[in-house]
Structures are given as C-alpha cells and as structure tokens.
C-alpha cells in the first residue's frame, strides 16, 4: 500500500491551498482516510478524516470552516481543500489510512510540508 502525499507550499495568510493523497496497492472501500499535521516541537495532530465508502467526514474543531476533506474514487485520492490559512496552519502535513472500526493508522504518506507566512 502506498500513500503519495503532493500539494503543500509556501502561501500567505488568508490564502489556500489543496493538498492530494493518492492511495494505491489496494481496495479502500472499507478503509477511513485522514489528513493530519504535526508541527515543529509539536505532537501530530488529527485535522480532516473521511470515510471511503461513504463519504462520512469530521474535523478539528481548529479547521472547521475553513478545511474541506473529500475523496474521488475513480482517480483513489483525497483531497484536502484548505481555505483562509492562518500561520498557525503550518506543518508538514500527513495522509494516512484506517479500516473504518480500527483505532490506528495502518499506513502513512511521506507529508508534505505547509507554510503559511502573516
């Protein structure tokens, strides 16, 4: 299984931008994607998550509003559209996979990094 994370870069606050994870190596039907980021001196932290087959979603109560996470079964990939970026949005940012009732994260991407200037 591999999760290709793309999309980060450096943008100004108030800007945004869409962040891709790209799934492949198996079905995800019955999997939950999630978008997490962890910043410098600071522990990973959920943001966005999903749920392949239904299209469930929730979020951080810190990007409500503002993030959209949304998946396209045809091309297997999750988008994360991030709107309104705030410099404390800034991390390198994860994708990762569950199955729906499983606590942990079985796979991760490589992350892609986010910088949001003021």
């Known amino acids: 299984v591999q999760l290709q994370a793309s999309g980060g870069g450096l943008v100004q606050a108030g800007g945004s931008l869409r962040l891709s994870c790209a799934a492949s190596?198996?079905?995800?039907?019955?999997?939950?994607m999630g978008w997490f980021r962890q910043a410098p001196g600071k522990e990973r932290e959920f943001v966005a998550g999903?749920?392949?087959?239904?299209?469930?979603?929730n979020y951080a109560d810190s990007v409500k509003g503002r993030f959209t996470i949304s998946r396209d079964k045809v091309k297997s990939t999750v988008y994360l559209q991030m709107m309104s970026l705030k410099p404390e949005d800034t991390a390198v940012y994860y994708c990762?996979?569950?199955?729906?009732?499983?606590?942990?994260?079985?796979?991760w991407g490589q992350g892609t990094q986010v910088t949001v200037s003021s």
């Open positions: 990762g996979a569950r199955m729906q009732r499983a606590p942990e994260y079985d796979y």
């Open positions: 999903i749920s392949w087959s239904g299209g469930l979603t």
């Open positions: 190596g198996r079905t995800f039907s019955d999997y939950f």
